[in-house]
């Protein structure tokens, strides 16, 4: 299986950053991102602390069929 690196922005324990989004991480307290942050340290952050930055992935899915499908049309 082929990860793709996502860039987005994220509030690390060094601030707001640039970085790349790596995986999730499923911790006993819950769901973490694993974040690359462009100095090439590495850190854990909460889903609501990251913000993509490839938009245009969404170009890539029809929503309204999906939903149609979804709906057992």
């Known amino acids: 299986m082929d990860f793709v690196k996502r860039p987005c922005v994220a509030t690390t324990r060094y601030g707001l ?3 790349l989004f790596h995986c ?3 911790e006993s307290d ?3 991102a694993i974040v690359e ?3 090439g340290y590495v850190d854990k952050v909460p ?5 993509f930055l490839d938009h245009g992935i ?3 899915y029809n929503f309204t069929e999906r939903a149609a ?3 057992g049309h």
């Not at 889903?47 to 913000?51: F, L, Q, R, V």
């Open 17 to 19: 950053k640039r970085a």
């Open 24 to 26: 999730w991480s499923h």
């Open 30 to 32: 819950g769901v973490v």
């Open 37 to 39: 942050i462009e100095n």
């Open 47 to 51: 889903p609501n602390k990251i913000k």
């Open 58 to 60: 969404f170009d890539e």
């Open 69 to 71: 499908k979804d709906d």
